[in-house]
């Protein structure tokens, strides 16, 4: 079944095609990876996806529902969440606090509630205790839960921002190479987190350069190189694709025999 | 309420109880009444540059609103200063609203011109609209609030004791409603609004929508600042809701620590009382004033919250306030 499509998008930053229409299916509960050289338009499609960026064409269309020109937390609303490739956690908030705001779009005590404190208001504030326990335990951060998030190592910030994105019950997540700065270790505790959340039936699409986790992780993967989409398939016809080779894998190889 | 909070609730009783107790002269009184509303104009604006973190220079032009609406609705309408205190609240928040509308297109230090600029439009209204606000005469004989029977006493506000109460009431309630606020998702949403905007937005807060409710907050307690105040002095000039206060009134939130409702209620008493006690030596009074700030936000940035996070002061320990960068 289908859950993303991404029809012929473009994004123009001055006259150059950062993106020049890409399109892709996503199918609910796959694990996508996005990987390409820097400066390939893999950030760029993030952003355009969840709305940070306006596209210059072609449609999106998320589970039915057409995303062009909506704000970004509306999109996070219809249920993409994203981490980011630069950790951008509220730092001086504690860890509790990072998780408690990411159900920010799934609750509703407006401003009058929140003063008053009524038993509905108190019902959901319990709510969101509760899931804030249960995602904080999931990323086995609930021992720290009262740290400031600026105070935890890189790694365990990283499963913050997850956690966090999880927290607003997406049927999406996009993760912004999850694993840079992680150690090996921390990378493979990564990857069994990710296929967890897969088996909680949301859908993943990854920007990944570490090709271990990207060809022994993933259903699916899409290949760009200068804002083009130049492979789209299953990882075993991805290490054998030519035109990959040339772009990405093969590159990197010439850079490490120099 | 647990052991901790009851103490902590019961030692800031038995100060608020002493003062009448204690019986101090006028003249004191009339300071710390005058601290009781620095407190509201304080937490007010702690709401919107601390929690919200939009650097907004005119929050004493809410507190002209608030107070010239509530002094023209009595003096020219003949209307009761308690209907005129939620209406000047009102009032100020709707303007705030106005405000934080026009913000939402400006971004960081843009914001801080735009409000800057505001704030001298409001005074230079207040000065020169002669037949609204009597310009530099100011406004007079502003009465005091209507009597209140409550029992066997009557709140007749003849004396500092009752404004004090009333000021008492206004100050817990500002706390409290901050207090909650901050703990709630609105507060959740404001605080994530300041540590990173995009990453708010990815969270799914209307950003837009929530930079305006911070103003709204915040503005609202200016505007009931602004009626009490104008109705205890009894009279009010344009001079009193000028750029300066907006600078002293920013002075506040800064050394109280950006986000810290405790650290923002001791600051505003704190820097009510320092120029008091430096009347001694009136002609280096500001220069002392101005030299005790410039030392305190070299040696603690992080204003009386973070000094008192690192010493462990129980109030803060749960403390939502901004720390500077490393």
Redesign the interface.
């Known amino acids: 079944m289908t859950l993303l499509d991404v029809r012929e998008i473009s994004k123009l930053f001055g006259g150059l095609a950062a993106i020049n229409e890409v399109s892709f299916v996503l199918e609910r509960g796959e694990i996508c990876a996005v990987i390409g050289p820097n400066g390939a338009g893999k950030t760029t499609l993030f952003n355009l996806i969840?709305g940070?960026y306006r596209l210059d064409g072609g449609e999106i269309v998320f589970s039915g529902k057409k995303l062009n020109g909506l704000?970004?937390?509306q999109i996070?609303?219809y249920g993409i969440?994203?981490t980011?490739q630069k950790i951008?956690?509220?730092?001086?908030?504690t860890v509790a606090?990072n998780v408690?705001?990411?159900q920010?779009?799934?609750?509703?005590?407006?401003?009058i509630a929140?003063?008053l404190?009524g038993k509905k208001?108190r019902a959901?504030?319990k709510a969101?205790e509760e899931k804030t326990r249960e995602l904080l335990s999931f990323v086995n951060l609930d021992n720290k839960r009262n740290e400031?998030a600026?105070n935890l190592a890189y790694g365990e910030q990283r499963h913050l921002e997850i956690a966090?994105a999880m927290?607003?019950d997406p049927a999406l997540i996009l993760l912004d190479e999850p694993s840079s700065g992680l150690n090996p270790h921390e990378t493979d505790e990564l990857m069994d987190r990710i296929n967890l959340i897969r088996n909680q039936g949301i859908t993943i699409i990854l920007i990944e350069h570490d090709m271990n986790l990207v060809m022994g992780g993933t259903d699916h993967i899409i290949v760009l190189n200068f804002g083009e989409k130049i492979f789209d398939g299953p990882p075993t016809a991805c290490q054998r694709d030519t035109e990959v080779i040339k772009a990405y894998l093969g590159q990197e190889y010439a850079v490490c025999s120099n | 309420m647990d052991k901790r909070s009851l103490v902590k609730y019961g030692l800031i009783f038995l100060v608020l109880v002493m003062v009448p107790v204690v019986r101090p002269s006028d003249y004191w009184m009339n300071i710390i009444i005058l601290s009781g509303v620095y407190v509201l104009l304080g937490e007010g604006l702690n709401i919107i540059v601390g929690v919200n973190g939009q650097f907004v220079v005119c929050h004493a032009a809410f507190y002209g609103i608030g107070a010239y609406l509530s002094a023209l609705l009595t003096l020219r309408l003949g209307l009761p200063f308690w209907l005129n205190l939620p209406l000047a609240g009102t009032l100020a928040a709707l303007v705030g609203a106005g405000i934080g509308y026009v913000c939402n297109r400006f971004r960081g230090h843009y914001v801080a011109l735009v409000t800057l600029s505001f704030g001298v439009i409001v005074y230079e209204v207040m000065l020169n609209w002669l037949d609204l606000t009597r310009g530099p005469m100011g406004l007079i004989n502003i009465p005091p609030p209507e009597p209140v029977p409550l029992g066997v006493y009557t709140f007749d506000f003849t004396s500092r004791i009752d404004y004090y109460l009333l000021i008492v009431v206004l100050v817990a309630l500002c706390i409290a409603s901050a207090h909650r606020l901050i703990r709630s998702r609105i507060g959740r949403a404001l605080l994530a609004i300041r540590e990173d905007d995009l990453a708010a937005e990815i969270q799914g807060i209307n950003i837009n929508k929530y930079k305006i409710k911070a103003f709204v907050l915040g503005a609202w307690w200016a505007g009931i600042a602004g009626s009490f105040y104008a109705h205890y002095a009894g009279i009010i000039v344009p001079g009193t809701f000028s750029f300066l206060t907006s600078v002293e009134i920013l002075v506040i939130v800064i050394v109280g620590g950006l986000g810290s409702i405790w650290g923002v209620l001791i600051s505003a008493i704190l820097l009510t009382f320092l120029p008091e006690f430096l009347r001694s030596i009136e002609f280096l009074r500001w220069i002392i004033y101005g030299i005790v700030l410039m030392v305190m936000i070299i040696f603690m940035p992080t204003g009386i919250a973070g000094i008192g996070r690192r010493i462990r002061v129980p109030i803060f320990w749960r403390s939502t306030a901004k720390e500077p960068a490393n």
């Open positions: 969840t940070v704000k970004p937390h996070t609303e969440a994203r980011f951008r956690l509220f730092t001086n908030l606090e408690r705001i990411g920010h779009c799934r609750t509703k005590a407006e401003v929140a003063l404190r208001t959901e504030e969101i400031l600026r966090r927290a607003s």
